[in-house]
């Protein structure tokens, strides 16, 4: 068995803006090498407010998924807020690898960056 079911990213921020084709976006990216899906719930912590609770993605089993941060929205339609330091904590069904990637393009010569989360 390959994987962990709790992985944690503690350093998460949404640019506000966005300048050429390419919108700043962070992703949470899961491979899962298991034959059964995986049912992934992730946390939103912030520094000055509650957590924000119930965002839930899939990814099927043996595949991979990019969650679009900018894109995800909680049961309520809450979507993540931008221009705000956050943590995300992703709690799976089943052991999967957890990776973070940010497309910041809030300045003409864009930067992508990516890290391995933390496995808890």
């Not at 919108?23 to 407010?49: G, K, P, Q």
């Not at 941060?69 to 339609?77: A, H, P, R, V």
């Not at 979507?79 to 393009?105: F, K």
Request: net charge negative; charged share 25%; hydrophobic share 30%.
């Amino acid at each position: 068995m390959t994987g962990k079911q709790k992985w944690l990213i503690p350093d998460g921020f949404l640019q506000p803006q966005s300048s050429g084709d390419q919108v700043s976006h962070e992703a949470v990216c899961v491979l899962n090498l298991e034959e059964e899906s995986a049912l992934i719930r992730l946390t939103f912590y912030f520094e000055d407010r509650d957590p924000m609770e119930d965002f839930t993605a899939e990814c099927p089993g043996r595949r991979t998924h990019h969650i679009r941060l900018d894109q995800l929205t909680d049961d309520s339609g809450c979507g993540v807020p931008r221009n705000v330091p956050y943590a995300v904590e992703v709690d799976s069904s089943v052991p999967v690898i957890v990776q973070h990637s940010r497309l910041d393009t809030s300045q003409e010569p864009l930067a992508l960056c990516t890290t391995m989360a933390y496995s808890g």
